[in-house]
């Protein structure tokens, strides 16, 4: 294993030290845990809480700021962080409108941001939870009952996070997402693992001529592993994938998200997103919002996912491209 960090069991805590060194005039570490709060919270506003396990970044830390997360908890690698600091994360995000806490679908995390928001609720905080589910790859897997939740949920932070600065109620948010959610649908190739530190080991071996349609982005199996493909023909097959959960028609609306997943360097994410905006084209389907880098990712995994969102209101589009100051959007 080559990385350059000092001691597995430090890397998260040292990764939280060094994202605030970089940013520190945005962001803060609540002392004596691992979140990270907004310095600029807007007052009387719903506050939007995210978090997961490390080994993503940027997610979920880097998307912390105006415009998107008023507080992030980073977990272990790999592992959900506890209900008592996504209970701090709330304590201190409330700026008197409520919270709305954004959760990926795995069942460690499910489980203790709910536990966290009951707590809150003891408190009198005034708390709601949305569950992103995009990946469109396999129904169950590792961690899952249901779909998992990828890199559609940074366009969740980025369109609630813009409609909570724009004054909307704890309950309007909630209603927003409960119709955003199910328009945002992803899928991904991976070419090599990522190894987490503390075990040195990669967390699925996959031939050097071989990739895997639908890995997880904890290395959770996919649906198809198959020789190595040109770019052209991986965007074919993801591109068909998310048609098919879209049944989409010539002149539909839609914003795409080419994520990198570690190791893929941008030359390649461009070469890519350039052949699925080919293949778009020729079906006439309009894209007036693209995004391209890596924003959620699988710590060195090689590999990439595609994300579309259906852009059913214009409104969402708005949002997307209104103003947000983050480390990483």
């Not at 536990?115 to 129904?139: N, R």
């Not at 198959?226 to 839609?254: N, V």
Request: glycine fraction near 10%.
């Amino acid at each position: 294993m080559k990385k350059i960090i000092n001691k597995p069991e430090d890397v998260v805590d040292q990764m939280i030290d060094g994202l605030i060194f970089g940013s520190e005039d945005l962001i803060e570490r609540i002392p004596g845990t691992n979140v990270i709060l907004n310095k600029q919270l807007s007052k009387g506003k719903v506050a939007l809480v995210s978090g997961g396990g490390s080994g993503h970044e940027p997610t979920h830390a880097g998307f912390v700021g105006p415009g998107m997360l008023a507080a992030a908890v980073c977990g272990q690698v790999f592992t959900s962080p506890a209900p008592d600091q996504i209970l701090e994360a709330i304590k201190q995000a409330d700026q008197g409108a409520g919270v709305l806490l954004v959760i990926k679908n795995y069942s460690g995390d499910i489980m203790n941001f709910e536990m966290a928001e009951e707590l809150a609720a003891m408190d009198e905080i005034e708390v709601d939870h949305i569950v992103v589910d995009d990946d469109i790859a396999v129904e169950d897997s590792t961690y899952t009952a249901g779909r998992r939740g990828v890199a559609g949920t940074i366009l969740v932070h980025k369109i609630i996070g813009a409609a909570a600065e724009s004054g909307l109620s704890l309950k309007e948010l909630k209603a927003l997402a409960d119709q955003v959610i199910p328009s945002i649908k992803t899928i991904g190739v991976a070419l090599s693992a990522g190894t987490v530190p503390e075990s040195g080991k990669p967390g699925f071996e996959l031939e050097d001529n071989e990739m895997e349609y639908g890995v997880g982005i904890h290395g959770e199996p996919g649906y198809r592993r198959e020789p190595i493909k040109p770019s052209r023909e991986i965007a074919e097959e993801l591109t068909d994938q998310l048609r098919k959960a879209f049944q989409w028609k010539a002149g539909d609306c839609y914003g795409i998200l080419v994520n990198g997943l570690g190791a893929t360097p941008l030359m390649e994410q461009y070469i890519f997103a350039n052949d699925v905006a080919q293949l778009l084209k020729s079906e006439q389907i309009e894209l007036p919002f693209r995004k391209i880098g890596s924003y959620m990712t699988s710590l060195d995994m090689a590999g990439l996912s595609l994300t579309l969102i259906q852009l059913k209101d214009d409104h969402w589009l708005d949002w997307l491209n209104a103003p947000a100051r983050t480390t990483a959007w």
